[in-house]
């Protein structure tokens, strides 16, 4: 990585584990930024609007007694797609690494009212209302350190994220148990579940549509090629991935919104916005609702569920509900109750495919597998395909196939 000498100004590059003590910035882009070629000119480079936060971060961090300094905007050479693929899958590493990290609020001014009480009121809420808390790159800038300093306009501390932990959680929907570092490299995020970790990104936004999976590359733990130019398919790639390394099946407890593709019937979410209302979802805790290990297959990734028929429910409202079949997932609410995903069958007798016209994930009453057959109820365990293509596509193997039976719980 490359670091900036805040004594010379010198961009130095360091290999491996020879990394000096660094600060980094967090903030959000404006219209004149540095960047790595303006760099190798200082006069041009001081020229730039962006110039004025790197130096006040540089200033900052001597006054830490932090000999290096990392920011986005000119450590990284962005004419270079590979050094750019290589920064993006690193990113969450650079910030966890860090000695400390700066989040530089461009748009949040000290309050200026003569009463101490209401200028902190009126400061909090400046804060609440920044827009680093709306972008989709700052989520891991937010998680990712172990220690952050937010700074105002003025470049005055306003507070650090353990201070500011309430009204972050408040603004963000992360809980705060997430936001306190308490070991000092792993960080606290890695007891949420897939369902909660994508809600928090639900409402964020990236200039490109292919960033709002690039930039929670890291808070999976996962590393992706950077594809640009194919859209939403990145998300769909996302979550193929994250499928890959986890067995996690709060990942299919996301919702339909009014703007999806008309023709999805995939068990993967369309977008980051179908997990706005996904917090309380986290795998099953009873063990014998531990989910079958995942494999590869030709048609794409093969996942094996239990479906239930309505009928053998005893709960009278489900009748109401338009769908005719449940696949039980390894998932539940916080309470500890199991979920599902409402399937209708097709004119092809042996498959099914997931209802759009209804709620999703659908509460039930069991808070386990094993409680299925305490109650009776006969679940038939079927292959799951999850293709690897099929965003709005009429192609039959883009839907979501169940072949034939295999097996009975």
């Not at 109650?375 to 799951?384: E, Q, R, S």
Request: neutral net charge.
């Amino acid at each position: 990585m490359r670091l900036i000498n805040v004594n010379t100004l010198a961009l130095e590059e360091f290999i491996g584990d020879n990394v000096p003590r660094y600060a980094i910035l967090s903030h959000t882009w404006g219209p004149d930024e540095v960047s790595f070629q303006d760099w190798k000119n200082m006069a041009v480079a001081r020229e730039r609007t962006g110039f004025q936060k790197i130096e006040l971060a540089r200033r900052h961090a001597i006054s830490q007694d932090i000999g290096y300094l990392w920011i986005d905007t000119n450590c990284i050479n962005k004419d270079s797609s590979a050094e750019l693929a290589e920064a993006i899958n690193s990113m969450f590493a650079w910030y966890r690494d860090a000695e400390i990290c700066y989040a530089y609020l461009s748009d949040v001014s000290e309050a200026e009212d003569c009463d101490e009480a209401a200028s902190k009121d009126a400061l909090l809420s400046r804060i609440s209302q920044s827009q680093w808390f709306t972008r989709g790159w700052t989520l891991q800038e937010l998680l990712a350190p172990r220690q952050v300093l937010f700074f105002s306009r003025e470049w005055r501390q306003v507070g650090t994220r353990k201070s500011l932990v309430e009204t972050i959680s408040k603004v963000t929907g992360i809980s705060t148990a997430y936001l306190v570092y308490k070991r000092k490299r792993i960080a606290p995020i890695s007891g949420a579940s897939v369902a909660e970790r994508m809600s928090w990104l639900s409402c964020r936004k990236t200039s490109r549509v292919e960033d709002m999976a690039y930039c929670m590359l890291g808070i999976f733990d996962i590393n992706m090629p950077l594809l640009y130019g194919e859209g939403w398919r990145t998300f769909t790639r996302l979550q193929e991935e994250i499928l890959r390394i986890s067995t996690d099946e709060s990942l299919f407890c996301w919702s339909w919104n009014e703007d999806d593709p008309p023709l999805w019937t995939s068990m993967l979410a369309p977008s980051p916005r179908n997990f706005r209302n996904t917090r309380e979802y986290h795998p099953a805790r009873d063990e014998s609702s531990r989910p079958v290990p995942y494999s590869m297959t030709n048609f794409g990734l093969s996942i094996q569920l239990p479906i239930i028929r309505l009928a053998e429910l005893p709960r009278s409202d489900i009748w109401l509900r338009p769908f005719e079949y449940i696949a039980v997932l390894s998932a539940g609410t916080t309470d500890g109750h199991l979920v599902g995903i409402p399937l209708e069958k097709t004119p092809t007798l042996d498959t099914y495919k997931v209802v759009r016209d209804c709620p999703r994930p659908t509460a039930l009453c069991w808070k386990s597998r094993l409680s299925l057959k305490t109650d009776g109820v006969k679940a038939t365990h079927l292959d799951i395909f999850v293709p690897s293509r099929g965003f709005d596509s009429n192609d039959q193997e883009s839907r979501l196939a169940f072949p034939r039976l295999k097996a009975f719980i």
